[in-house]
């Protein structure tokens, strides 16, 4: 079950790949700064979750000019995550829960994906400034979106 509205957002440091190099990802980086989307989504090159990351990425300055940063989480490696943004154009911060530890800790860590393992669910959390989650869904099965009307009015009401 996914952590609730209210509760204090599990701080994370993951890593992220780009073409730039290696670097770490730290949700508390953005604490007094700006809102966070966090996207936890089951496994790079999969149709929804390209679908998914796709429609973000083309839509990423409705993110921006409602001040939040998106992240995407999923259980693949860094390295993985790359050469899949690569191939679908996907400019989404990725960050690699290699470990599964933070979808694990919000509560959306999937035992067995379809003989697969452990992976993420399909879930999104917005993480206010102070660090307090301000919005949790993970959807009904992983071929499911969240909410993004929903979603992005909760940004909204945060600015």
Not at 3 to 15: N, Q
Not at 91 to 107: E, P, Q, R
Request: proline share 5%; hydrophobic share 40%.
């Amino acid at each position: 079950m996914p952590i609730a509205v209210g509760s204090k957002a599990p701080d994370f440091t993951l890593k992220s790949k780009t073409a730039a190099g290696v670097s770490d990802i730290k949700l508390s980086a953005n604490f007094g700064q700006k809102n966070t989307l966090l996207l936890f989504y089951p496994l790079a090159f999969t149709g929804v979750c390209t679908q998914e990351m796709c429609d973000i990425s083309s839509g990423l300055n409705s993110y921006t000019d409602l001040n939040a940063d998106v992240i995407g989480i999923s259980v693949d490696s860094p390295f993985a995550q790359e050469a899949w943004a690569t191939k679908e154009r996907i400019s989404v911060k990725l960050a690699s829960d290699l470990n599964k530890k933070t979808a694990a800790d919000y509560g959306v860590l999937l035992p067995d994906l379809g003989g697969f393992g452990a992976t993420s669910a399909r879930a999104a959390f917005v993480v206010d400034k102070q660090g307090i989650v301000q919005y949790s869904e993970q959807t009904p099965t992983p071929k499911d979106l969240p909410n993004f009307d929903a979603i992005k009015a909760t940004l909204a009401g945060l600015k």
